[in-house]
């Protein structure tokens, strides 16, 4: 019920595209925020994206004009269009909502604004 499951992985060459996928369950899928957030190894988790109640985009700073963030309502699916991949962005990528109950987010880029999590899927970037 609030399952989230990432899709969409895989190992890429720099300057290389993927295309990332979330599957929302239906009491986890949120009107309010949802993002996507990223762990290298060692390191923190960092939000990269995020999309408000009002279908807004947000993006960190460098994946500004390469990342698209999307959903489909209809379908409870979140998405993130990756362009231009670097080498450095090799990480975990997870899908996050937040619970209904919350209401809205701050800026959506921290990790305690949300509630639900998938357990990620890999991209690797080769240089």
């Known amino acids: 019920q609030g399952q989230l499951v990432e899709s969409g992985g895989g190992s890429v060459q720099a300057g290389g595209s993927l295309r990332l996928s979330c599957e929302v369950g239906v009491y986890a899928y949120s009107d309010y925020c949802m993002a996507w957030f990223r762990q290298p190894p060692g390191a923190d988790r960092e939000g990269v994206a995020v999309i408000r109640g009002d279908g807004s985009a947000h993006y960190t700073d460098s994946v500004k004009a390469r990342f698209t963030i999307s959903r489909d309502k209809s379908k409870h699916t979140l998405n993130l269009q990756m362009e231009q991949l670097k080498p450095e962005e090799s990480a975990l990528y997870f899908c996050?909502?937040?619970?209904?109950?919350?209401?809205?987010?701050?800026?959506?880029?921290?990790?305690?604004?949300?509630?639900?999590w998938g357990k990620g899927t890999q991209v690797n970037v080769s240089s």
């Open positions: 996050a909502t937040r619970s209904r109950g919350r209401g809205r987010c701050g800026t959506g880029f921290s990790q305690y604004e949300y509630d639900y």
